[in-house]
């Protein structure tokens, strides 16, 4: 059909219609792509696919595929053995959450004997609980990785908390001890990932240790106490050992996802074809539209 006719007919605001009833931004592109069809097949087929989401949406109520997201890049990244990050991890946990409800959705458990065109949809949808709870277990948000994500984890982590507090310990004796008079704020600082004094000018020989930074106005110099040198250190090289920690926990859960590489896209492209469907139905309920009979 040629693009005068679409635009006499003013398609595009139908079609902008439909693409408002959409969830998820795949479904939103496969509503944007919808032409008029000519096969007669095609068109009872589409039509039967929208009356049954209709049906289903009159008896069941509304869902949301607005899991639903496009996976591309990370299976990608997955399929040359890439590890993937904590947001990409997380964005395929949220997906498969989405997945799992939806097959609930679709299961007719309030009138099992009913079969419509979507029903194989919902079958063929593999949720992968595993692999989404694995995820939630190990990170906890963007920013953070649970510490019994593994063993190793927990255990680097604990020996971070003790250093720290030893840290603490030693300046803390300091700051109302021997560099009390020194000071020229009764904190501890940091400077870098050190743990420094903000010692007073005039003192900065009285104190031993290594100098890492000064204040602008060159009142106050920012020492770390021989004392705590060593322990720094061992805090330093504890932090490397989480970072490569996280780093295999991330490989690990991305090698678990690269095994399902075939299902995940498989349940991009029925999420995304329900979601396209499901449009067309809310459409339909909101012009209480009916199927037509077709002929040749």
Known sequence: MNKKVLQTLEYHKIIAQLVQKADSDPGRKMCESLLPETDLSEIRTAQTETADALSRLFRYGSTSFGGNKDLGFSLKSLEVGSSLSIPELLKIAGFLENVSRIKTYGRNE?????QDSLSQFFEDLTPLSSISGEIRRCLLSEEEVADDASPELK???????????????????????????????????????????????????????????????????FIEPAAVVELNNHLRELAIE???????????LSA?????????????????????????????????????????
Request: charge should be neutral; include cysteine; glycine fraction near 6%.
């Open 110 to 114: 309030r009138d099992e004997s009913v």
């Open 242 to 252: 989480e970072q490569k920690e996280i780093e295999r926990i991330l490989a690990d």
């Open 256 to 296: 678990q996802v690269s095994e399902h590489t075939d299902e995940l896209s498989a349940n991009q492209r029925i999420m995304t074809r329900l979601d396209f469907v499901f449009a067309k139905g809310k459409l339909a309920m909101d012009h209480n539209g009916t199927m037509p009979v077709f002929n040749t």
């Open 155 to 221: 255990r680097i982590r604990r020996s971070i908390q003790l250093t720290g507090e030893k840290i603490h310990n030693q300046l803390g004796s300091m700051l109302n001890g021997s560099c009390r008079t020194y000071l020229q704020d009764a904190v501890i600082t940091m400077r870098g990932d050190r743990y420094c004094l903000p010692i007073k000018a005039e003192f900065k020989n009285q104190v031993s240790g290594l100098v890492h930074d000064q204040s602008a106005t060159g009142s106050t110099f």
